[in-house]
Antibody, heavy 118, light 108 residues
Framework: EVHLSESGGGFVQPGGSLRLSCAAS????????MSWVRQAPGKGLEWVAS????????YYADSVKGRFTISRDNSKNTLFLRMSSLRTEDTALYYC???????????WGQGTLVTVSS | LVLTQSPGILSLSPGVRATLSCRAS???????LAWYQQKPGQAPRLLIY???NRATGIPDRFSGSGSGTDFTLTVSRLEPEDFAVYYC??????????FGPGTRVDLK
């Protein structure tokens, strides 16, 4: 059974940094593209970033490009999201998600909450 | 690419048919159009991928159709557990991954 568990969320001031982690189990982690998707309180879903199985190629939403970095450690079955220059509008529940292709999110974690506020 | 969903809110009774619309701002490949269901306090769940393919474990009362710029999710007979928010999504390397704003299906 696929299991995704996010951690690392918390409270941070504008301009600050945070690193999210997503521990994966129940599948061959290095085979699949992984992504981060966020949801601001009471709002819809917003794709943030994706990384292919090998980790060689990454993709970002324009809203986070240059500020966020997605990476993975296939030896530890873990996905990361390094967030810097955080803004109040980055406040959201951040989900990690597993794809079969790219962007088709078959499995999701329960999310970790990031709050950016002064 | 912008996805527009209508209506924003759909108020229906159990047992009736629900029809949800998703319109793309440009013609897209039907291979990469998906639908998700999200209930309060839960992560989204993939329902439909490639416009019309049900994901694993999804009941056959859920069906998807469409092409070009117009896509539809149909729930043939609403069950109590189907009252939720539904998002359409386009996923491809170009123009990227985009979600629609969602349609909330409420109990009438």
């Amino acid at each position: 059974e696929v299991h995704l568990s996010e951690s690392g969320g918390g409270f941070v001031q504008p301009g600050g940094s945070l690193r999210l982690s997503c521990a994966a189990s129940g599948f061959s982690f290095s085979t699949y593209a992984m992504s981060w998707v966020r949801q601001a309180p009471g709002k819809g879903l917003e794709w943030v970033a994706s990384i292919i199985g090998s980790g060689d190629t990454t993709y970002y939403a324009d809203s986070v490009k240059g500020r966020f970095t997605i990476s993975r450690d296939n030896s530890k079955n873990t996905l990361f999201l390094r967030m810097s220059s955080l803004r109040t509008e980055d406040t959201a529940l951040y989900y990690c998600a597993k794809s079969l292709f790219y962007g088709d999110f078959w499995d999701w974690g329960q999310g970790t909450l990031v709050t950016v506020s002064s | 690419l912008v996805l527009t969903q209508s209506p924003g809110i759909l108020s229906l009774s159990p047992g009736v048919r629900a029809t949800l619309s998703c319109r793309a701002s440009q013609s897209v490949s039907s291979s990469y159009l998906a639908w998700y269901q999200q209930k309060p306090g839960q992560a989204p769940r993939l329902l439909i991928y490639g416009t019309s393919n049900r994901a694993t474990g999804i009941p056959d009362r859920f069906s998807g159709s469409g092409s070009g710029t117009d896509f539809t999710l149909t729930v043939s007979r609403l069950e109590p557990e189907d009252f939720a928010v539904y998002y359409c999504q386009y996923y491809d390397y170009s123009p990227g991954i985009t979600f629609g704003p969602g349609t909330r299906v409420d109990l009438k």
